[in-house]
Structures are given as C-alpha cells and as structure tokens.
C-alpha cells in the first residue's frame, strides 16, 4: 500500500543504523541511504522530546533534496532521571549507563522528521522502558559478549540483556530498538 503511493518517490535515509535499514526493509520500502557527518549539538534547555526533535531536524536540513525525494531522518535517545543518556563512550561508560538503568524505568524518546523540498514534518514517540536490578556479572556479561557502544543508553532491547533484564515496557516496541514503525508508516503515507 505505501510503496504504491511511494512509486512516484526516491525514498532516502539519513540513517547509518543497520536497524532502521532493516525496518525500512521489513516495511517493504525501496529506499537508498544518504549520509552527513552532523555535529550532534543542542541547547541545553531543550528537555526530553525537544532534544531528538531539534536533532532529527538537524540532521535532516543538511540535505539538499530534489522535487521527488522525501528525507527520512531520526534520532533516539534514553531520558532518564530529567537527563539524556546517550550513547557511551567506552566500556566503562557502558558499564556506569546500565547501573544507572538498573532497577529503574526510564523514557526512550525517537523523533523522527519527514522532509522534501516543500514541507517538513516532526513527529516523536516515548517508550517507557522498566530495567529489572542487573548484576555486575550480568553487564559485565552483556558488554563482553554484545559490545552495544552504537546504542543510545548502552543496550539494545532486542538483544540477550533485553530478554533476561527487561521488566516491562510501556509503547512501542520497535522505538525502543530505534524506529516507531507503526507511527511512521502512518505519518508517511500523511506526508505523501
């Protein structure tokens, strides 16, 4: 159904993440990749949503784009305790961001914006995601074995830590692994 409307579209991802290539191919969407090197930088009043929106948006108006393209751009964040927890740094980083996520529930926030050379749309989703209390052993195990330095929060739901420590979560799964499918089929087939 949308790749229909989506016939007379060259459909681009601003994406580099292996996850939101294979959702895009999960959808059935042809699309080609585009990718800028973006300094990831925003005001520090910006709270929660307003972080990944102002980012997508970042990442999005760095392209110049023709008459028939629609640029797909996102980012996703942990928001925990009124703080953003990105990606980490190292290991040890690692290790510090899921003791903190230990026992805790915390947001995980996506924007993602839609853009052609006429309109641009945002649109964010929140997850709350429930860590149960991990061991040292069982990060020391998860960082060892799955090495998750590319994932905002230092984890990826989809993956062993996800299965044994997860509790609960309040949303969309597919969010939480980096892309809202269900919003975004639906703001999609909206922009066209």
């Not at 090197?37 to 108006?61: C, M, R």
């Not at 040890?92 to 026992?103: M, N, P, R, T, W």
Request: proline share 3%; with cysteine; net charge negative.
């Amino acid at each position: 159904m949308l790749s229909e409307k989506l016939k007379n579209y060259k459909l681009i991802l601003a994406s580099g993440s292996p996850r939101r290539q294979q959702f895009f191919r999960d959808l059935n969407l042809d699309f080609e990749i585009r990718l800028k090197e973006i300094e990831e930088i925003y005001p520090e009043h910006l709270i929660g949503s307003e972080v990944t929106d102002f980012l997508a948006q970042l990442k999005a108006n760095a392209f110049e784009l023709k008459a028939n393209e629609i640029l797909v751009a996102s980012d996703t964040i942990v928001w925990l305790d009124e703080k953003v927890v990105g990606k980490p740094k190292n290991y040890e980083d690692a290790f510090v961001i899921l003791q903190k996520l230990s026992g805790k529930t915390h947001q995980v926030i996506t924007s993602v914006c839609l853009k052609s050379s006429e309109k641009t749309r945002v649109f964010n989703v929140i997850t709350k995601v429930t860590f149960s209390e991990l061991t040292q052993e069982m990060i020391r195990f998860y960082l060892d074995n799955y090495k998750p330095f590319d994932k905002a929060g230092a984890y990826g739901i989809q993956e062993w830590i996800g299965l044994v420590g997860i509790e609960k979560i309040e949303g969309s799964y597919t969010n939480v692994v980096g892309l809202p499918t269900q919003k975004f089929y639906n703001e999609l087939l909206c922009f066209i």
